[in-house]
């Protein structure tokens, strides 16, 4: 089975059949409140994290989501989660000059 965290209500695909989608399980993607997130991680062996903002905002920061991140691999240590994948970056590294790729680092520590 699979368990998402989508921004959607639904997963978007026209090519999954229906058998295929009644294996996904959604949640709802919840950073202000690792119980809640950590509570919908038990049972799984492997969390994909594919989340990110890809451009900073007035409201939003690189920083801010390096932040969430690390609450989720957090949930997931609670949860017994036993491997984490995170998509982060070629050469992610604490001392590049670029936001997004200082704080893929940030959120890899």
């Given at each position: 089975?699979?368990?998402?965290?989508?921004?959607?209500?639904?997963?978007?695909?026209?090519?999954?059949?229906?058998?295929?989608?009644?294996?996904?399980?959604?949640?709802?993607?919840?950073?202000?409140?690792k119980t809640s997130m950590s509570k919908s991680?038990?049972?799984?062996?492997?969390?994909?994290?594919?989340?990110?903002?890809?451009?900073?905002?007035?409201?939003?920061?690189?920083?801010?989501?390096?932040?969430?991140?690390?609450?989720?691999?957090?949930?997931?240590?609670?949860?017994?989660?036993?491997?984490?994948?995170?998509?982060?970056?070629?050469?992610?590294?604490?001392?590049?000059?670029?936001?997004?790729?200082?704080?893929?680092?940030?959120?890899?520590?």
């Amino acid at each position: 089975s699979i368990l998402i965290f989508p921004r959607r209500s639904t997963p978007i695909s026209d090519t999954l059949s229906a058998a295929d989608l009644s294996k996904i399980t959604t949640q709802p993607l919840d950073f202000t409140s690792k119980t809640s997130m950590s509570k919908s991680l038990e049972g799984v062996d492997v969390f994909y994290c594919t989340y990110w903002i890809r451009f900073e905002s007035k409201s939003d920061t690189h920083h801010a989501a390096s932040l969430r991140v690390k609450s989720a691999f957090e949930a997931a240590a609670e949860a017994g989660v036993k491997k984490i994948v995170f998509s982060s970056h070629t050469h992610a590294s604490l001392d590049s000059p670029f936001s997004y790729i200082k704080n893929k680092a940030v959120a890899e520590k």
